[in-house]
């Protein structure tokens, strides 16, 4: 079940491979995103000492969140990943052209997990052929419901 998609990551990036991630969460953050108060539009992965890091994800914390801590809505939050997998993102990251960005945020077995993508940037003529591919589907569907006007 997904609770926030990056739908702006398809639109920039070409993915090539996906990971799934465990994320370091404070209580108060997973009652947020049970509520749905999260945003990973900006959100991006970085690479430190051998670790991933998830920087630019924004948790809204709830009004109710507790009075003894100060919520940090945007903290740098770390990416639980098998360290063979962790080797195998940064011989790729290494090479030019690569980065990573978080594809969406979803539960699994109640835990919040993170898919990120292995991702190539677009070219601006790129987009515009995906644009324009996506389009074309949306025409092809209304022209085999034989919707004329459109």
């Not at 011989?91 to 077995?109: A, D, I, M, R, S």
């Amino acid at each position: 079940m997904s609770i926030v998609d990056n739908k702006k990551a398809f639109f920039d990036y070409f993915i090539e491979e996906r990971f799934e991630a465990g994320l370091v969460l404070e209580g108060w953050e997973v009652k947020a995103i049970r509520a749905g108060r999260v945003h990973v539009k900006e959100a991006y992965v970085v690479i430190r000492k051998a670790e991933l890091f998830l920087i630019g994800c924004h948790i809204t914390p709830l009004l109710s969140a507790s009075t003894h801590i100060v919520p940090d809505s945007t903290r740098t939050r770390k990416l639980l990943l098998n360290a063979i997998e962790i080797r195998k993102l940064i011989g790729k990251v290494e090479q030019k052209g690569y980065t990573l960005v978080p594809l969406n945020l979803h539960f699994t077995k109640g835990n919040v997990k993170c898919e990120i993508g292995l991702a190539r940037g677009k070219k601006q003529h790129d987009k515009r052929a995906a644009t324009k591919e996506r389009e074309w589907e949306v025409q092809k569907g209304r022209i085999a419901r034989g919707d004329l006007n459109a």
